[in-house]
């Protein structure tokens, strides 16, 4: 055992704060980094002891493995945790990190390789008899034979980069005529995002749904599902609201994909936090996706219907200590689901917008958790994920998980900035979702920027007039936008 006495978050905002919180708790010292668009930021001042990076660009800042790695060795730091995004997933960091002699809070380099590549990570499963969707998988070197493969599947097929995500490098192909087209441009845009234009083939699953499993395993051969994710509202293929567990689910169905994903875990001897993600059809068949070597975003629904803290104990494995906890003694306690609470327009196909938080009153109450990393008065800078908080909560059942969510949205004041609250709440108050009915379609096929409706009660009638006293008297207010008065998203497109 190698016990942890000072740790560097090598990351920001609210996933640097939520990691440093469990380490206060457990004793550890915190270390942070930020780039001087950070330099007042609450992670900042949260942490014993804070470092400057660099300029703004996390290319200058958040990505300079080498300033962290000399920092640690400086500073006499035990370890690293990366949170998820800038470094986590990176093979190279991770091998320079231990060759440094400091503990990495992830999976080794191997690890990341070898499930950092869909055709590598299909390879590598296969091996475990996980269900993969049926397909290519090897890299496509032969048109004439990809399409030829292509034809005995059966169209629609799905053309995917190897080293993509992100819905980058990928294209839906209806029939055998436009395979060719296709194929090329999903290549161009694999090497234009990643470097790398190696693309494969498999079934297009119709109506599919995004369910994932949390996986936990030690350096002792231990490994345990906690159980299952719903991600299947998306936006541009990125998640936006999440819940724990599925709605449609049945306990045959989740052990039989907990028991694939800790098969996946053998497949690349995983050790660590990770997550297995499935494709799941209309006939309830599931299909590996692929795995995500570092802590989810949405992984607070997990901790919230299991009691179990991921980030603890991510740092005791760190250390080789083994699970604190066998599969047996895991239950589901209840329902979550969590909201990204993202500065962006959904009326405006989702667009970024930057500001600055001229109001930021969090909701509060049982069974209400907001993981965020901003403040009042605090700029939203454009250099980095427009995620500005996590919104999420805790019930019995479903049924009043939603009720909740939908007061706790209700109470999130967020003046200043677009947000994706008010879809958010659209989203709660469908039939589809409060059904269970709906997959990775639902925007596609429910949602549409009119049917946020624009009113405003009396009570944020008179926030505006606030807001435009403040800009009469020549009051500070933010330089972005041109100084025009924002509304609380929800606010101004409240879901009637």
Request: charged share 25%; with cysteine; net charge negative.
């Amino acid at each position: 055992m190698k016990k942890i006495h000072r740790l560097l978050v090598a990351n920001r905002g609210e996933i640097a704060l939520r990691i440093m919180r469990t380490a206060k708790e457990i004793g550890i010292e915190t270390i942070a980094v930020y780039s001087e668009a950070d330099r007042n930021s609450p992670h900042v001042r949260f942490a014993h002891e804070s470092y400057c990076l660099g300029a703004a660009a996390s290319s200058q800042s958040y990505l300079r493995g080498d300033k962290i790695i000399a920092l640690c060795l400086e500073k006499k730091i035990d370890a690293i945790h990366p949170g998820y995004g800038f470094l986590s997933e990176n093979a190279a960091f991770r091998r320079e990190v231990e060759k440094a002699g400091i503990i990495f809070i992830g999976p080794s380099a191997e690890a990341m390789d070898a499930m950092g590549d869909k055709i590598s990570a299909k390879q590598a499963v296969k091996k475990f008899h996980v269900p993969l969707v049926p397909g290519l998988d090897e890299a496509i070197t032969d048109i004439a034979e990809a399409k030829k493969i292509a034809v005995e599947i059966g169209f629609p097929v799905l053309i995917k980069a190897s080293a993509g995500g992100g819905g980058k490098g990928m294209r839906i192909v209806e029939n055998e005529a436009e395979f060719e087209s296709q194929m090329e441009r999903a290549a161009s845009e694999a090497i234009n995002a990643f470097g790398n234009g190696a693309v494969f083939v498999e079934k297009y699953v119709t109506s599919p749904r995004h369910i994932e499993i949390q996986v936990l395993a030690d350096q002792h051969g231990n490994a345990a599902y906690l159980f299952e994710r719903e991600c299947s509202i998306q936006r541009r293929h990125q998640k936006v609201v999440e819940e724990a567990p599925s709605a449609i689910l049945t306990p045959e169905i989740r052990q039989k994909m907990g028991e694939a994903a800790v098969n996946v875990c053998k497949a690349c001897n995983y050790s660590n936090a990770g997550t297995v993600e499935f494709i799941f059809d209309a006939n309830m068949n599931f299909y590996f996706l692929e795995m995500n070597t570092r802590l989810q975003v949405e992984h607070p629904v997990t901790e919230l219907i299991t009691g179990i803290d991921i980030v603890k104990e991510q740092i005791r494995i760190a250390e080789g200590y083994p699970l604190s906890f066998k599969q047996e003694d895991l239950t589901i306690n209840g329902h979550a689901i969590e909201v990204r609470v993202c500065a962006e327009d959904p009326a405006n196909n989702f667009l970024p917008d930057i500001g600055k938080l001229l109001m930021y009153r969090i909701p509060k109450g049982a069974g209400v958790r907001v993981d965020d990393g901003f403040e009042e008065d605090m700029e939203i800078p454009i250099h980095y994920d427009p995620m500005i908080a996590k919104l999420i909560v805790h019930a019995p059942t479903r049924q009043e998980a939603i009720a909740k969510m939908l007061r706790a949205i209700d109470e999130y004041d967020i003046v200043g900035i677009q947000t994706t609250l008010s879809f958010c709440k659209f989203v709660l108050k469908h039939e589809a979702f409060v059904s269970g009915n709906f997959d990775t379609g639902f925007v596609a096929n429910h949602f549409s920027p009119e049917l946020l409706t624009e009113t405003l009660t009396e009570a944020e009638e008179k926030v505006a007039a606030l807001i435009a006293r403040n800009l009469l008297l020549g009051e500070p207010q933010s330089q972005n936008s041109n100084a025009k008065v924002h509304i609380s998203n929800w606010k101004r497109n409240r879901v009637l």
